[in-house]
């Protein structure tokens, strides 16, 4: 059994909920003015769990075929047949069902908007069959993290929190280029889009840049509506340092660091946002 759940943990990346969880729980936070309450807070975090494990569920089964013929993904559950189809088909709907109960017992407007989700997690597995801008789309489906967390709280949609999910689909979209540079001579090969298939390194790695840029004017934005306190300014530099030794990780003729700049700087940079959240709240 253990095996088992060790398995469906590696197939969905469990560990990478590290990215968006902590811009969930940032966004909860300023909806409450501090500390939500228990029960919102477990729901948040179930839904936000749920939610990622199903749509990476879904991408692994879209992308079976595809993940057998890369040397990158060859070794995942699915390609190697460590998990069946079937099976991870049926962790999809489970997943996807548990996001959908999270949202009903929220509120009524998460309830409503659910499948809306759901929609745009399906939607992105397909969208590097046609579009090189499935890193946009990526960031909008993970920007639902603040957007839900919000709606969780206040049960309304306000326009205020508008930079903060802003600030994550550029944050996501700019890491993903960086990952994607990785697969650039696969996705070629096979016809796949994306931005360094599109544009090649060097220009994928200044639109990274560009990205990121904006990210980091968006969330002194939201510094700025939400008139925080200096811990949370304090943070903002700390983001900034971390953005830029991200990049600087990343170059053009040595992406060796690439794994490194991916989940460490960014795991660091969502959990930085939401300390100097929580501290500019408490204090």
């Known amino acids: 059994m253990l095996q088992r759940i060790t398995l469906y943990l590696s197939m969905v990346k469990f560990s990478h909920s590290v990215f968006a969880l902590p811009f969930a729980l940032t966004s909860a936070q300023l909806a409450a003015g501090g500390i939500p309450t228990l029960k919102q807070t477990l729901l948040i975090v179930i839904a936000m769990v749920s939610a990622r494990s199903g749509a990476m569920g879904l991408n692994r089964i879209i992308d079976k075929e595809i993940d057998a013929q890369n040397p990158r993904t060859a070794n995942r559950e699915l390609p190697k047949g460590l998990i069946k189809t079937t ?3 049926v962790f999809v709907i489970i997943s996807f069902s548990i996001l959908v109960i999270s949202a009903y017992l929220l509120n009524d407007l998460c ?13 992105y597995s397909y969208t590097k069959r046609f579009t090189w801008l499935c890193h946009i789309v990526l960031g909008i489906c993970i920007s639902a993290a603040p957007l839900g967390a919000w709606i969780a709280i206040r049960g309304t949609f306000d326009m205020v ?6 600030a994550v689909v550029f944050w996501l979209a700019g890491f993903d280029v960086l990952y994607a540079l990785q697969d650039i001579e696969f996705d070629r090969r096979v016809g796949l889009k994306s931005i360094p298939a599109r544009f090649g390194i060097k220009r994928s790695i200044m639109l990274s840049r560009l990205m990121h840029t904006t990210t980091f004017g968006l969330l002194v934005t939201n510094g ?17 340092l971390l953005l830029i030794y991200e990049h600087s990780l990343v170059k053009a003729d040595d992406l060796s660091k690439l794994d490194f700049a991916f989940f460490n700087m960014n795991g660091y940079i969502s959990l930085v946002v939401f300390v100097a959240t929580s501290m500019a709240l408490l204090l």
């Open 224 to 240: 700025i509506l939400f008139n925080l306190s200096l811990a949370y300014w304090i943070g903002m530099v700390v983001v900034g």
């Open 87 to 89: 099976e991870a088909v």
């Open 111 to 123: 309830f409503k908007l659910s499948p809306v989700a759901i929609a745009f997690l399906i939607l």
């Open 161 to 166: 929190i508008v930079p903060m999910a802003l």
